[in-house]
């Protein structure tokens, strides 16, 4: 298990948002052999989540919150890679998906926390990043050739990004091609129905549970 005071210092420097401090941690953290998925579990989406909180609550601003999610990149593309190395062969390949927050909304703390659980559970995620039109969604998710889109909006005026999407997909013959999944905190399971989302994920775990059931579903 990794030293409690490790983990406490990791979610802070998500907090805080000092890049080099949460390099160096988990460098040292993978170095030991101690298991990447209890940093990430322990320290970097708790210390991500409470970005959030904090920014819900006026505490912290849109620059902080910014560089956060940056930091948070940083460890959890270090994570998924010793992940990646430790399960190179013999398991089956599990779906490609294509993440993005939507145009117009820049607020990615909660698409890191997918991306990060996705790669964490053997998916290949294509993240876009975030404030991506609908026009580069289809694109890359043709040229990745992905099983599913996931997209997230945060706020009820970047909603509709979501809804173009689904049209976008209809119009030029490929919503059969994808599967759909939309997120983010105004969203709801009405949204997603509304606009013919194939799913509406509550949170990171979800949409897994969502998708991987989903192309079951369409493979039988």
């Known amino acids: ?23 160096e941690i988990t460098t040292s953290v993978l170095a030991s052999g101690e298991d990447p998925l209890e940093l990430m579990d322990k320290a970097l989406i ?44 013999g398991q089956a390949k599990k779906a490609s998906v294509l993440i ?31 404030d991506v039109d609908v026009d580069t969604i289809i694109e890359k998710a043709v040229e990745f ?18 809804k173009r999407l689904e049209q976008a997909l209809k119009s030029a013959g490929l919503k059969d091609r994808f599967l759909t999944v939309v997120g983010g905190a105004p969203v709801t399971p009405r949204w997603a129905a509304r606009i013919g989302a194939d799913a509406y994920a509550e949170d990171a775990q979800d949409g897994i549970i969502k998708i991987t059931e989903l ?6």
């Open 1 to 23: 298990m990794i030293d409690q005071q490790i983990l406490e210092d990791a979610k802070k420097m998500i907090l805080v948002q000092n890049m080099e401090r949460i390099r």
């Open 46 to 89: 708790p210390g991500i989540a409470e970005v959030g909180n904090q920014f819900s609550r006026g505490t912290l601003f849109l620059p902080e919150l910014i560089q956060a999610a940056d930091v948070m990149k940083v460890a959890t593309d270090m994570v998924n890679e010793a992940l990646a190395q430790k399960n190179t062969t």
């Open 100 to 130: 993005a927050t939507v145009k117009g909304d820049v607020h990615d703390i909660g698409k890191c926390i997918v991306v990060s659980l996705m790669k964490a559970n053997g998916f290949i995620v294509h993240d876009l990043g975030r």
């Open 145 to 162: 050739n992905v099983d599913a889109i996931g997209t997230s909006a945060l706020l009820t005026t970047t909603m509709d990004q979501q």
């Open 215 to 220: 192309l079951s579903q369409k493979q039988n």
